[in-house]
């Protein structure tokens, strides 16, 4: 029987009077409400706060939350849910602000994607003093009172640079197409990036831009600086390599290795143009945001759950192309269906050091 801390209840009576003011007032900042059929009861408020909406890994990852915390709803785990994005590049202000609205809304848990691993310290602080439950997640964070669920940024950029470097024989000119500048999974990305290519000295970066992890920011970026570098054998990326790919035709110069998006469409590119010269489809979980809805509830439900959990990156090898490109819609990204059951059997996994689990390719969109 779950037992929950004695401000709770008197939380949620307040909480609910100052929801409903709240949500007439809303604005489209994109927002899961409550539905009809929701056993509210003594159930959770399920906030998320997430800094940057600006490409299709960010819209997936806030789907795939929507639709497990809407299942959750409906089978009475969860009271409501709401989501808030902010707008702009990535900006921690805004978030801030807009997570300090959220306060107001009392939820029970609050899951955080920063825009920033140190500005929203004091925000989080603020919020695990009202006893709310935070886990930030898609990012390490200095919030020692958050829980945090991340991958491993140096995982998916060292599966993203070795193999194009390799690919290209170690030798020729690069472009780098930096990422979510300003996150902390960018930060150490990058840093990953050119430890890597520290170590081949013969591979050139002829220019760095930056692609926001978004094929068309990424394509336009890179289209800007081919007119002015040499012979390009390779476009390192945050998961652009799509938008990259078609910049190279309008500019008159061959496709090079690319990082792919792990999304349907740069998925199908792939698999129809076979290409096989050091290109990957490699990036973090989308799927992160529904494993931080299991934590909350688990830790909501005073499950001990550990304070930092890395979970697995999705790696689109060659031979589970077809298997990813025939589930996913184009701007759809490869995302791990993280069930309560497997949360549960990741969390024992991190606890035990065992590997990771490795959760099945989905066999149905999404
Ligand atoms: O910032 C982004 O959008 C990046 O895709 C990462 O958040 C993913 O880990």
Redesign the pocket.
């Known amino acids: 029987m779950r037992t929950h801390p004695p401000s709770r209840r008197r939380r949620t009576a307040v909480a609910a009077a100052l929801v409903a003011a709240v949500a007439v007032t809303a604005t489209g900042c994109g927002s899961g409400a409550s539905g009809g059929n929701a056993k509210s009861g003594d159930k959770p408020f399920i906030a998320l706060s997430n800094g940057?909406i600006g490409?299709g890994?960010?819209q997936t990852?806030i789907a795939k939350f929507e639709a497990a915390a809407t299942k959750a709803q409906n089978d009475g785990l969860i009271s409501k849910f709401k989501v808030v994005n902010a707008p702009g590049e990535?900006s921690a202000t805004e978030q801030v602000a807009q997570i300090k609205s959220l306060l107001l809304q009392k939820p029970d848990a609050l899951l955080i994607?920063p825009a920033s691993p140190t500005a929203l310290k004091p925000v989080i602080q603020q919020a695990c003093d009202a006893g709310i439950k935070v886990v930030v997640f898609?990012?390490a964070i200095d919030a020692p009172c958050a829980h945090v669920l991340l991958?491993s940024?140096k995982d998916?950029a060292t599966a993203a640079a070795e193999p194009l470097v390799k690919g290209i024989g170690g030798k020729g000119t690069v472009i780098v197409s930096r990422?979510?500048v300003g996150?902390q999974?960018?930060a150490e990305m990058y840093q990953t990036t050119q430890d890597i290519l520290a170590k081949n000295p013969d591979v050139k970066v002829a220019a760095t831009v930056n692609g926001?992890?978004d094929g068309a920011k990424a394509q336009k970026a890179v289209l800007g600086v081919l007119s002015s570098v040499p012979k390009v054998d390779g476009v390192i990326g945050?998961?652009d390599g799509y938008g990259v790919a078609q910049a190279f035709p309008t500019a008159g110069k061959p496709v090079p290795a690319v990082t792919f998006e792990t999304n349907g469409r740069a998925l199908k590119y792939w698999q129809d143009s076979k290409l096989d010269n050091g290109s990957v489809a490699v990036?973090?979980d989308?799927g992160?945001s529904v494993a931080a809805l299991w934590e909350a509830i688990d830790l909501l439900d005073g499950k001990d759950v550990p304070k930092e959990m890395t979970f697995p990156i999705v790696l689109v090898e060659q031979k589970d192309v077809a298997a990813w490109a025939g589930v996913l819609k184009p701007d759809e990204y490869a995302a791990w269906p993280w069930t309560q059951e497997l949360f549960r059997q990741q969390v024992e996994a991190v606890k035990s050091g065992a590997a990771p689990v490795q959760p099945p390719i989905p066999t149905a969109a999404g």
Do not use: L
Request: overall charge negative.
């Open positions: 940057f490409n890994w960010r990852m990535n994607d898609d990012s991958n940024f998916w990422g979510v996150s999974p960018e926001m992890c945050c998961g990036m973090s989308p992160q």
